[in-house]
């Protein structure tokens, strides 16, 4: 079988899934509309729509593995339901061609009783909204005769990772000197995944046909506040704990009213409103992976977003 691996999508997650890929010496193609992705002598990168057939149809050429890292082009649910069903099936339908598994990246959205500890076998039947789209996708990617995986990671962190509650919103405030602003409650603990541990499990489950056609979630570490997150960042960056402000959620309920892309982040306040996680110690097991301890994932992270100035 070929050792070609696909990735559409250079953002963090796509770049690092590329990247842990080159380093241990795989065949790797990238597919982007701008042809960006990370420089390796193991990574060609192509530019191409990852809509069109015929571009899926030459970047998939060869390929044992896909990893779809392509999201919507806006954060709300009529632009996901509007975009993702028809992308994926595209993917899908081009790696069938090719006997290739495709393994995509996928969020808590889904669980459906997130008042409870999420693990790979609760209930995944959220309806409405942005939550609603990504169960309706995970129901497609089980219904299709392609292989799939979908590895579920909380929120982001790590190199790359700027559009986050922890990233340009926690970490670069940081390394200002100045306050951190979070949403919801700054004291319930939250979820949150490295990406390069998510990248990890999702290669890791490409890499064992006994864990396709499953649900995984990506190595995630015990849950933290977010004033724990921002004084973890704050110890890293050798900077003195900021002050942590909470935006109450009934002022970005208010201004949801006036407000499309406020509406669309308080759909989710939910999340940080009460606590909120994920257990991957089945997948952990399963796949062979571990998290990385949180000092460790900081610190990577506070040097990234130094190395951007």
Known sequence: MSE????????????TVAEQLAEQGRTVRVLTRSGSGPGHPLIERITGDANDPAVLQSAF??????????????????????????????VLSAAQEVGAVVVFPESLYSYSDPDSVMAEGSPRGATGGKRGARTELLRARDASATPTVSVVAGDFFGPRVRMAHAGERMVAPILAGKNVSVVGSSRQPHSFTYVPDLASGMIAAADRPSAWNAVWHA???????QKQLAQAFAAAAGRPSPKVRVLPGW?????????????????????????????????????????????????????????QG
């Open 4 to 15: 070609v691996h696909v990735v559409t999508g250079a953002g963090p997650v796509g770049w």
């Open 61 to 90: 050429a060869g390929a044992r593995a896909v990893f779809h890292c392509i999201h919507g082009s806006k954060y709300a649910a009529s632009i996901w339901q509007a975009e993702l069903p028809a992308a994926e099936q595209a």
């Open 219 to 225: 190595p995630t570490g015990p849950a933290i506040t």
């Open 251 to 307: 002022t970005l309920r208010a201004a949801g009213l006036f407000s499309a892309d406020a509406r669309e982040l308080a759909e989710m306040l939910y999340q940080f409103e009460r606590p909120f996680i994920m257990d991957s110690a089945a997948s952990e097991a399963a796949l062979g992976v571990a998290n990385t301890p949180l000092e460790t994932a900081v610190a990577a992270t506070v040097d990234w977003w130094r190395q």
